[in-house]
């Protein structure tokens, strides 16, 4: 903030009336983000060399007036942003940004709580504490369980594995890592191979394991895991020497939104003492849903289940929730000891330290934006929304169940991710080029600013995919999308 005789101003406060203004400024912004957010376009028209080309300026040696730094907003960041909740981003699995969550993070970041530990964030503790306790029991996980928010479902993943390793290996994994007392052993974890979560490979990685140590299980038509496969497996990577401690399942896949049949794996788990991840990141909420439910049953046995709270729950970036059974578990996997932490005598004032059940030592406040949100819509208000995005992808199907230019590649979508196949009459039979044209028919939706769309393979060939996450979004968007991408191909085809 520049002074009145001009010179840049000192790190001080702004006056209340001076702060206040800018902030009313702030807020118009945002205000106008929404209430534009459907006319934008979900993506840029500017080349990545362009965006960067507009960002490369040196650094700000003085400060420079509040008011410019805002201008940029709306004359250089928006117009070169994609809107991850335009009605018609159908990209990844990205939540739509509820609003009330804009606003928790600017009151999480007034407060600067520090969720490591509860000295530094007593009512913040215990937000995020019934915030976990909250989900757990919308889901039927149970309101006891334990659990943290973490950055993303990746770290989430990572943080589920590490806690299984930890207590499943037969030897001191804190102590020993994963040298053991007798030298290398190959420590396995399981899940299916069509669907499984790219974040495991990071996972594997992260806590060296190894890629090898993904044991991948064949799946079934529906793309779930084969149970009987998984048996099988396991028996053969025992007799040659293997260590299994993990099981994984998927509570919606990532190209198909299938879900694994818990209660068996559960069964297998439980018979074989392994660890049992339900990997929720997309759709565990999908257990709130009565109708939902006994497609859920055996999550509730899983002893971690993860999922984000920045994909359907629709809060803002970042937000991850990883449940476990017994919480103790997390703590074991997880708590270190250093005198500058604990204090060294003990206190009256010892509360629960997030700081002992995760990776992170200092932690934003990522509850606040859920449990705010939950607040204001309710789980009911939840429940129908998740129904309408669900609504969104049944309609899609049967879109490409009635068509003749499109090819059903799964199973009716049971959650809102649902991928399918473009194959006009002119091409059928030619799947290299059919490939092409699919992966041609998304990037073009994308340039023209029709719609942002994404292709996946499903058992080796190229489908439109769309994950379709926004309360923002309408059957009405579904049709157009789908309208645009038919005329899109037949230009393609013709041109
Ligand atoms: C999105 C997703 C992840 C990764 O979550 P991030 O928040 O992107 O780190 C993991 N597993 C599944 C099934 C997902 O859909």
Not at 112 to 132: D, M
Not at 198 to 225: E, M, N, Y
Not at 400 to 410: I, L
């Given at each position: ?55 490369d300026?040196?650094v ?21 942003s ?18 009330i ?29 019934r ?96 149970v ?29 939104g ?55 729950l ?8 990883l ?8 703590r ?18 010892a ?47 049967a ?20 991928s ?76």
């Amino acid at each position: 903030m520049k002074t009145q005789t001009g010179a840049p101003a000192p790190f001080v406060d702004l006056p209340p009336e001076a702060f206040r203004a800018l902030g009313r400024e702030t807020i118009d912004l945002i205000t106008a983000f929404f209430a534009d957010i459907r006319d934008g376009a979900p993506f840029p028209a500017q080349q990545p060399a362009d965006v960067y080309a507009l960002f490369d300026l040196p650094v700000p040696e003085v400060g420079e007036d509040p008011h410019a730094i805002l201008a940029d907003w709306t004359a250089k960041i928006i117009p070169n942003s994609s809107v991850l909740g335009h009605p018609k981003w159908f990209g990844f699995v990205n939540g739509s940004g509820s609003q009330i969550g804009a606003l928790a993070d600017a009151l999480a970041s007034t407060l600067n709580a520090n969720l490591g530990g509860w000295k530094a964030s007593p009512a913040a503790t215990e937000i995020e504490r019934r915030t976990i306790a909250w989900l757990g029991e919308l889901i039927g996980y149970g309101a006891n369980t334990g659990g943290i928010f973490l950055s993303g479902g990746t770290m989430a993943n990572v943080a589920a594995l590490r806690t299984a390793l930890s207590n499943k290996a037969t030897w001191d994994i804190a102590a020993h890592g994963l040298q053991g007392s007798g030298g290398v052993r190959r420590l396995t974890v399981y899940m299916a191979d069509h669907e499984s979560h790219v974040s495991f490979q990071s996972a594997v990685d992260l806590l060296g394991l190894g890629r090898g140590a993904l044991r991948k299980v064949p799946s079934k038509p529906d793309f779930t895991i084969d149970v009987g496969a998984l048996e099988q497996m396991l028996d053969d990577d025992i007799a040659n020497g293997m260590t299994p401690f993990c099981i994984v399942g998927h509570g919606g896949s990532i190209n198909v939104g299938a879900l694994d049949d818990f209660d068996a794996l559960a069964d297998i788990a439980a018979r074989r003492n392994l660890w049992f991840h339900v990997d929720g990141a997309c759709g565990a909420l999908g257990a709130m849903l009565p109708e939902l439910a006994p497609r859920f049953v055996g999550m509730d046995r899983a002893d971690s289940v993860s999922f984000d709270a920045h994909k359907w729950l629709g809060v803002p970036y970042e937000a991850a929730i990883l449940l476990v059974r017994d919480p103790e578990l997390l703590r074991q996997a997880f708590a270190t000891q250093a005198t500058y932490l604990q204090s060294s005598l003990p206190s009256e004032y010892a509360g629960l330290n997030y700081f002992d059940y995760g990776p992170q030592l200092s932690r934003g406040w990522r509850a606040l934006k859920v449990w705010m949100s939950l607040r204001l819509y309710g789980a009911e208000g939840y429940r129908a929304m998740f129904r309408t995005t669900i609504a969104c992808a049944k309609h899609l199907h049967a879109l490409v169940v009635a068509s003749d230019d499109f090819e059903v590649v799964q199973p009716e979508p049971e959650l809102y991710i649902y991928s399918f196949r473009y194959v006009p009459a002119a091409l059928k039979g030619n799947d290299a080029k059919l490939d092409e044209l699919n992966q041609r028919v998304a990037d073009e939706l994308i340039k023209r600013q029709i719609a942002f769309t994404m292709t996946t393979r499903i058992r080796g060939r190229v489908t439109q995919r769309l994950s379709i996450c926004s309360h923002r979004t309408t059957l009405q968007d579904i049709d157009e999308t789908v309208a645009a991408m038919r005329m899109v191909g037949a230009e393609l085809i013709a041109g």
